[in-house]
């Protein structure tokens, strides 16, 4: 059957709608940006009506338009989205407040306060194979019930950021697996798959609060006829329930048969693998969730910035595309700013002047806290050994550099471990793959090949439109999908530069060591 995906990539920034055919080629695709809220220090929020939902409408008709063909060649819509958000809803649907995006930080007590008893933290570990953070959905339900009771007795349904956009296109209250996760009350033992009765009782939660729980390749229904009205489609365009932007992106990366490992690295960097059996490492915080193909897992180790580092290096004091200290009056620079321009080819043309290994200087991308391997929120990023020989080329590229030094770290965790075993080759999506430079600099420091995927920035929506065919039956199985995900470039690992990439590895390694205790003392305020 001929026809495409409506895939909706809903992330904190904006939607981005795509439409993508069988073989994964993008016909058209638009964008609609929209604001974080943040009311009060520590508070991140959305409006998912105003941003969301509006984004989601103006984003279809556009692509629609623009590609010009029949509503009816839709033959299902889905979406790919922001993870962990929190958002009570009332009998009709309706939100009751904001949603409590993943930034979230204001139910940082209630999390830990799950957990505080060891009894009860092995028995989460051993239901759900994680323990929540800061930022998760089970302390910001805690949070709704104890500081916004009347807000909880009006709750119908606690959804996440997809669920609330397949409510809005098919009338269901439903979520998907691997959302549903990380919640930390969602059993996810093999064969499971269902909310947990005895952390739903720790909480005093009704699992009747909760959405249905279904399969990313569950096709849900079809549209509404007010939700067709609205978006210009057809009643007869299926809804497929979708994933997590981060799943997503797994299915996205080509990287779908077992053990395979790809690398993300947009404003922050994943390592992640699918996997037949759900595995832990706490000496890594190396974890999995549930994956978008419902028979297996996702591993996943986090880093939290990588390209944040670079965007905030030509933010704040450095105009990559001018050449020259930012100045906001210069239109140059504001296209730049806005990335209005690929800001990837003059961040190259800086880097490139540089020597491997920058003359010894050394960036740690840890900019505000870190995750896997360290799971350290006091720590703190910055240049290391840095002198007045040391000029622009140099700051440039070890911030390139640091960034793969800390894909490193992780990678050493995956493999040491024994999560993925060891790789031939990593499949590298996400943002910072623009580059030319970048990704050689991962294949040299990772001692790997490094495959990047053809539309890096566009992994997410064509791996959900995947998830789409295949619920559809129109694709036999996920084993079909790498075939269908073109590799745009192979960088080969330089040898060379081994010996230099090694040595400053090792010494940012022992960097963080010897100075993890100053950090924690200097940000103790901070987390």
């Known amino acids: 059957m001929a026809g495409f995906i409506l895939a909706h990539d809903v992330g904190t920034g904006g939607n981005k709608a795509t439409l993508v055919d069988i073989d994964g080629k993008i016909l058209s695709s638009a964008m609609e940006a929209y604001p974080v809220l943040y009311p009060h220090p520590g508070w991140a929020e959305q409006d998912p009506e105003k941003h969301w939902w509006s984004a989601i409408v103006k984003t279809t008709r556009s692509v629609i338009s623009n590609s010009g063909i029949n509503p009816t060649d839709v033959l299902a819509i889905t979406f790919s989205t922001q993870m962990m958000g929190t958002l ?284 896997s391997p360290l799971d350290d929120h006091s720590v703190r990023g910055g240049y290391f050994n840095l002198s007045l020989a040391h000029e622009k080329s140099h700051m440039v590229r070890a911030v390139l550099e640091g960034v793969a030094y800390h894909v490193r770290w992780m990678l050493e965790g995956v493999e040491k471990r024994k999560l993925a075993g060891r790789q031939e080759k990593i499949n590298m999506i996400g943002g910072c793959a623009n580059s030319e430079i970048w990704p050689q600099i991962f294949a040299d420091v990772l001692h790997r090949p490094i495959h990047r995927m053809a539309n890096p920035l566009e992994a997410g929506s064509i791996g959900v439109s995947m998830v789409a065919f295949i619920a559809l039956s129109e694709l036999s199985g996920f084993d079909k999908v790498a075939d269908k995900i073109a590799v745009d470039r192979v960088f080969e690992p330089n040898a060379d530069n081994f010996e230099t990439y090694d040595s400053l590895f090792g010494n940012l390694k022992e960097y963080y060591k010897r100075n993890k205790k100053l950090w924690k003392k200097m940000n103790a305020e901070s987390y």
């Open 88 to 371: 009570p809803v009332d009998s009709d649907g309706m939100p009751l407040m904001n949603c409590m995006i993943w930034m979230d930080t204001r139910a940082a007590r209630q999390n830990k306060e799950i957990i505080k008893n060891p009894i009860r933290m092995l028995r989460m570990l051993r239901i759900t194979g994680g323990l929540p953070s800061g930022k998760d959905i089970i302390g910001k339900i805690l949070w709704v019930m104890e500081e916004r009771p009347q807000i909880y007795e009006k709750t119908h349904k606690f959804l996440d950021c997809k669920d609330y956009l397949i409510y809005k296109t098919t009338g269901e209250f439903v979520t998907s697996w691997d959302c549903a996760n990380l919640t930390w009350f969602m059993d996810s033992r093999k064969g499971r798959n269902n909310w947990s009765e005895t952390i739903l009782s720790w909480m005093g939660l009704e699992e009747s609060r909760l959405p249905r729980l279904a399969p990313s390749t569950e096709i849900v229904g079809t549209l509404t006829s007010e939700a067709a009205e609205e978006l210009g489609l057809s009643t007869s365009t299926q809804v497929v329930n979708g994933c997590g932007d981060m799943t997503a992106a797994g299915v996205g990366s080509g990287a779908v048969r077992p053990k395979e490992v790809h690398l993300y690295a947009g404003s922050s960097a994943w390592l992640g693998a699918h996997l037949k059996n759900r595995k832990l490492d706490i000496s890594t915080y190396t974890g999995s969730i549930r994956s978008a193909i419902p028979d297996l897992y996702f591993m996943v180790a986090e880093q939290e910035s990588a390209g944040a580092c670079l965007k905030h290096l030509k933010e704040h004091w450095h105009c990559d595309l001018c050449q020259h200290v930012r100045d906001y009056a210069n239109p140059a620079c504001n296209e730049c700013l806005q990335g209005l321009r690929n800001p990837y080819k003059s961040i190259d043309l800086v880097a490139e002047n540089a020597p491997p290994g920058s003359e010894n200087l050394i960036f740690a991308p840890w900019m505000f806290g870190e995750r």
